[in-house]
């Protein structure tokens, strides 16, 4: 399975972003999917994640900012990021769950101005 993020950039607080990750490859076997974060010198943690029956998962302090969802047809995985927060601020990663593995896209980074 390969991951393909894109939507990342520079937003004033306050404002909104839409993360898109398309997968390819053995896309059948994927069941979880979701999307991490990242700052430098800390660990990365889940942000948000999507079961193949669309059960959702959130970080609380994203809770009610952040909406994650999935288009199986299209084998994507989205997070939509409103009234965004300085401490948002990170690379994002994109991530999917096999029953055998689990998968990484490349990491999209995520800036958001005071």
């Known amino acids: 399975v390969q991951l393909q993020a894109s939507g990342g950039g520079l937003v004033q607080a306050g404002g909104s972003l839409r993360l898109s990750c398309a997968a390819s490859?053995?896309?059948?076997?994927?069941?979880?999917m979701g999307w991490y974060r990242q700052v430098p010198g800390k660990g990365r943690e889940s942000v948000a994640a999507?079961?193949?029956?669309?059960?959702?998962d959130y970080l609380d302090s994203v809770k009610g900012r952040f909406t994650i969802s999935r288009n199986n047809a299209k084998n994507a995985v989205y997070l939509q990021m409103n009234s965004l927060k300085p401490e948002d601020t990170a690379v994002y990663y994109c991530?999917?769950?096999?029953?055998?593995?689990?998968?990484w896209g490349q990491g999209t980074q995520v800036t958001v101005s005071s």
């Open positions: 991530n999917a769950i096999t029953l055998m593995h689990q998968y």
């Open positions: 490859g053995s896309t059948s076997s994927i069941n979880a």
């Open positions: 999507i079961s193949s029956g669309g059960s959702t």
